[in-house]
């Protein structure tokens, strides 16, 4: 039985390599329709990993917080026409918010204040402008941060503001490329502060960073945040600069937006994550209420659920990814009707070498597999072509378009199953209409 099937399977072979010019014309809707196939599914899988990382840059389950600090809100008096108005007071986002928040709402997880400065390192001669990062552990966890090396800020340098930091990689490998970092010093901005630990790599693309509006967090120093209250700068203490500020502000209306609004939030960033999905747009409304009511109806803060942006993202390219794939699809199966349509026109042109074939014995059978086998390997050969075209085209769209792209082996061994299914399927009639042909009609055939 299978000498039978390897005879039929020589024949077959032969009459392909016979018919190159063909045979390539023939495969030619698999090899698009293929390649097309991988080169989506890359991007599809390119676009699905990007949005998985994003999210875990901005963690799971966060509302984030951020103040808006040129935003002035005024009432305008109308009735008298004076032009009249009165300037609302806001506290700012402040650490008295992190409190109320923390005891108002029950399902918050984790919540993570954190307070952003911009200052230079310096060590050995070196000069680097860098953000100095003031944060509460939670913000680790937040985050999916990871220590390489060190340990972590305990309760009494959290307690006491202690001159301690952990470093990013980058700030390792610019300063300390020759030694370790643990137990040395650097100075940012007017204060040294002790290297307790290194943060491990983060991978973050630049797509990332222009989406979501993040820093490389690889480059940043990381101290507790009542260092940066108590040594660097408390925005929430009303000093002798802010009243100077205050008053040059309400001096002359005309020269408003000429001047630059101070920054009286004490927190630059205010990250709450909650236990469930579900929670997050209860939670946040709840927090707006609050905000609202903490800052006296001054709207001077901006409130975003990053996971949600990036999930109705994902839901997009989903539906782009399918729309897409049915075209491809599509050209699969115009791939398919060609291949039938061929074979059939081979039935009539060798359809004397069918009929000496059955008159020498051959079966029905062996004439079914016999095109059958032509059929599956002209569309299993332009599988393989539009396998590599399309590993091609996928990295041509990364290169070019800067769209991240994955070849996955289950998309090739996909494309390989529904290519010998097309051949299959669609070399059946053909087959048997071989099959079927009168031997003596078809040796009497001109």
């Known amino acids: 039985m299978m000498d039978r099937y390897l005879a ?22 698999i090899i698009f329709g293929v390649a097309a196939v991988i080169a989506m599914l890359a991007v599809g899988n390119g676009a699905q990993q990007e949005i998985l990382e994003q999210i875990k840059l901005v963690g799971v389950n966060n509302i984030v917080i951020e103040p808006i600090v040129e935003q002035k809100e005024e009432e305008v008096d109308e009735g008298d026409g004076s032009g009249a108005s009165e300037n609302k007071f806001s506290p700012g986002l402040n650490m008295l918010d992190v409190n109320s928040i923390t005891n108002v709402l029950p399902n918050v997880q984790r919540i993570s204040p954190e307070i952003i400065k911009e200052t230079f390192i310096v060590k050995n001669g070196i000069r680097r402008s860098a953000k100095l990062i003031g944060v509460l552990p939670d913000y680790f966890n937040i985050y999916n941060f990871e220590l390489a090396d060190g340990k972590m800020f305990n309760d009494f340098q959290l307690q006491n503001g202690s001159q301690v930091c952990i470093i990013g990689r980058g700030i390792q490998t610019k300063f300390f490329s020759k030694e370790n970092p643990i137990g040395k010093y650097i100075k940012c901005g007017p204060h040294w502060l002790k290297i307790i630990g290194v943060m491990a790599e983060r991978q973050v693309s630049s797509s990332s960073l222009a989406k979501l509006g993040i820093r490389d967090f690889n480059m940043d120093v990381y101290t507790p945040l009542k260092t940066i209250l108590m040594r660097y700068e408390n925005r929430a203490l009303v000093t002798a600069k802010m009243v100077q500020q205050a008053a040059r502000n309400g001096n002359n209306d005309e020269d408003q937006e000429n001047k630059k609004s101070y920054n009286y939030h004490q927190l630059d960033k205010l990250v709450i994550q909650v236990s469930e999905t579900e929670q997050l747009n209860p939670s946040a409304d709840v927090i707006v209420r609050m905000l609202e009511r903490r800052h006296y109806g001054m709207v001077d803060y901006e409130i975003t659920i990053p996971e949600l942006l990036l999930k109705q993202q994902q839901r997009t390219n989903d539906i782009f990814n399918i729309v897409l794939g049915a075209i491809a699809g599509i050209s699969l199966v115009v791939g398919g009707i060609g291949i039938m349509n061929i074979m059939l026109a081979s039935v009539l042109e060798r359809i004397k070498e069918i009929g000496l074939r059955i008159s020498l014995g051959a079966k029905k059978l062996d004439i079914v597999l016999q095109f059958l086998f032509e059929s599956v390997m002209i569309s299993l050969s332009g599988g393989i072509i539009g396998v590599i075209l399309g590993v091609i085209l996928a990295l041509i769209i990364s290169k070019i378009a800067d769209i991240p792209t994955i070849v996955s082996p289950i998309s090739i061994f996909i494309s390989f199953v529904v290519a010998a299914g097309v051949g299959l399927i669609f070399g059946i009639t053909p087959a048997k209409r071989a099959a079927e042909q009168d031997p003596i009609t078809c040796l009497r055939y001109e």
């Open 8 to 29: 039929n399977f020589s024949i077959a072979l032969e009459a392909v390599i016979a018919n190159k010019l063909r045979s390539f014309l023939t495969a030619l809707g």
